[in-house]
Nanobody, 113 residues
């Protein structure tokens, strides 16, 4: 399974970005998919997950980030609004397929104040 992330960039605080992660297989067969991020000097953290039709977010992004599946494109999308400088990080898409974890290559999101 290959995951290809795209959509990162530089945005001002309060702005929006949409990240997309295209899978090399049908996402209908990938039960768990999500997005993680890793800021400089910090551990990687989960920011959104979709599993069995249920979505979850940590409090730090709840109400601002939204994860969804685009079955037509076999992609998982992360819509981010009201971005803050502390959202600056490399964002990685993730999928679990047959009990094995797969990662995209990461895309940089930079939020300027």
């Amino acid at each position: 399974v290959q995951l290809q992330a795209s959509g990162g960039g530089l945005v001002q605080a309060g702005g929006s970005l949409r990240l997309s992660c295209a899978a090399s297989i049908s996402i209908s067969s990938i039960n768990d998919m999500g997005w993680y991020r890793q800021a400089a000097g910090k551990q990687r953290e989960l920011v959104a997950i979709t599993s069995g039709g249920v979505t979850n977010y940590p409090d730090s992004v709840k109400g601002r980030f939204s994860i969804s599946r685009d079955y037509a494109k076999d992609a998982v999308v992360l819509q981010m609004i009201s971005l803050k400088p502390e959202d600056t990080a490399v964002y990685y898409c993730w999928g679990r397929y047959y009990y094995r974890d797969y990662w995209g290559q990461g895309t940089q999101v930079t939020v300027s104040s």
